[in-house]
Nanobody, 120 residues
Framework: QVPLVESGGGLVQAGDSLRLSCVAS????????VGWFRQAPGTERELVAA????????YYADSVKGRFTISRDNAKNAVYLQLNSLKPEDTAVYYC?????????????WGQGTQVTVSS
């Protein structure tokens, strides 16, 4: 069974918004820190946002600060990433990850990814 399933990606124009969702098949997958990564063709995967188990601490990459917001709904075993003011350079496959004790990982569980494409 796939531990994490992402959805919400798509093709949008610059300046638009998207909301990515990540649902865990078991609550235990999201009891530690959760994060959203992205990987564009020819680049390394990068952590764009992370949220602590308590929800009180967050991490954002400099490139997305003020535009992206990570949140979680423990009742739904879900993690979300709100993407606002999207730019063409945000184009990438976005992955949800869970099970880390530190924001930078390592993460134990991964989703299959959802494509976000931003046109100029």
């Amino acid at each position: 069974q796939v531990p994490l399933v992402e959805s919400g990606g798509g093709l949008v124009q610059a300046g638009d918004s998207l909301r990515l969702s990540c649902v865990a098949s078991r609550r235990s997958f999201t009891t530690n820190s959760v994060g959203w990564f992205r990987q564009a063709p020819g680049t390394e995967r990068e952590l764009v946002a992370a949220l602590s188990a308590s929800g009180r601490s967050t991490y954002y990459a400099d490139s997305v600060k003020g535009r992206f917001t990570i949140s979680r709904d423990n009742a739904k075993n879900a993690v979300y990433l709100q993407l606002n003011s999207l730019k063409p350079e945000d184009t990438a496959v976005y992955y949800c990850a869970a099970g880390a004790t530190q924001f930078m990982g390592p993460y134990d569980y991964w989703g299959q990814g959802t494509q976000v494409t931003v046109s100029s």
